[in-house]
């Protein structure tokens, strides 16, 4: 099968499963990678175990004025 001008073929595979599709755009294949990559991303979960507070070399010191 021929394809058409700025297509190619493009084979997919998922769950061990293969997909092949025919005449895929061209301009189309970085959008579907940029796509591909945020289902891929591990999920951002928030740290909810209690953190101390950072340690501080600083110290407070108090001066009295009389």
């Given at each position: 099968?021929?394809?058409?001008?700025?297509?190619?073929?493009?084979?997919?595979?998922?769950?061990?499963?293969?997909?092949?599709?025919?005449?895929f755009?061209?301009?189309?294949f970085?959008?579907?990678?940029?796509?591909?990559?945020?289902?891929?991303?591990?999920?951002?979960?928030?740290?909810?175990?209690?953190?101390?507070?950072?340690?501080?070399s600083?110290?407070?010191?108090?001066?009295?004025?009389?």
């Open positions: 099968m021929a394809n058409e001008p700025g297509t190619a073929q493009l084979t997919l595979q998922h769950n061990g499963n293969f997909f092949v599709v025919d005449n755009p061209a301009d189309k970085d959008e579907l990678k940029l796509f591909a990559q945020t289902l891929t991303q591990p999920a951002v979960v928030p740290n909810m175990i209690p953190q101390p507070p950072p340690s501080s600083t110290q407070i010191v108090r001066c009295n004025s009389s």
